[in-house]
């Protein structure tokens, strides 16, 4: 079984400054990770996605993220955000096998002027 | 462009008054799921259609079935609403050819159960 941990489930940050939303995940086999951003009364849009190779995987809206399999996190940075930034941020997981995605329990972003 | 739409994006029912939502997609993806999600939590699994192939999760209500009658649509039903069915339920697709699963989805249906 798999499970993701999302352990922020809000961060408040000023306009500008640098984010970081921290995921950590559990599988017993090879996983593919996923963040989606869901703005409100939206559905998810797909910011980016870890395959394989390069563990810095860049996204849009100039997200990135990397993925380090010792420590089985998949954590989300911007270096500079916007307002236009705050959002519910889903970090996500599948494996080769099973169809669907396992979620986590979400970050609320709130960028602030 | 290519999409995944919900119809509609706001739906107000009665307690116990069956309710159907639709899904509909032009990426020609052989896989659709349904999620339902709560306030302020993760999208939860309903189910997922594998082409005709119905597979549900084993924690989903009966009060929530599902009819795939072609490719594009998708449609959710839900028999008996309770109050506790009100949510935001999202549609969304994936291409099984892919051996990673990312999916594609829809801006989502706001259910009110009143």
């Known amino acids: 079984a798999q499970s993701v941990t999302q352990l922020d489930s809000q961060v408040p940050v000023f306009e500008e400054a640098p984010v970081e939303l921290r995921c950590n995940y559990s599988?017993?086999?090879?996983?593919?990770l996923f963040w989606y951003v869901q703005y409100p009364n939206q559905g998810l849009q797909l910011l980016l996605k870890?395959?394989?190779?390069?563990?810095l995987v860049k996204g849009i809206n100039g997200f990135e993220a990397e993925f380090n399999k010792s420590q089985t996190s998949f954590h989300l940075r911007k270096p500079s955000v916007h307002i236009s930034d705050t959002a519910e941020y889903f970090c996500?997981?599948?494996?080769?096998?099973?169809?669907?995605?396992?979620f986590g329990s979400g970050t609320r972003l709130q960028v602030q002027p | 462009d290519a999409m995944v739409i919900q119809n509609p994006r706001y739906q107000v029912t009665q307690f116990g008054k069956p309710v159907t939502l639709s899904c509909s997609q032009t990426?020609?993806?052989?896989?659709m799921y349904w999620y339902q999600q709560k306030s302020s939590q993760a999208p939860k699994l309903l189910f997922h259609?594998?082409?005709?192939?119905?597979?549900n999760e084993a924690d989903t209500p009966d009060n929530f079935q599902s009819r795939r009658p072609n490719t594009s649509f998708c449609f959710l039903d839900i028999r008996s609403p309770g109050l506790g069915d009100a949510a935001m339920y999202l549609c969304a697709t994936s291409a099984s050819g892919q051996s990673y699963n990312e999916q594609f989805f829809g801006p989502g249906t706001r259910l009110t159960v009143l």
């Open positions: 990426l020609n993806h052989n896989v």
């Open positions: 870890y395959l394989s190779g390069s563990t």
């Open positions: 259609y594998y082409d005709k192939d119905f597979n």
């Open positions: 996500a997981v599948s494996d080769t096998g099973r169809r669907a995605l396992t």
């Open positions: 599988s017993s086999v090879s996983v593919y």
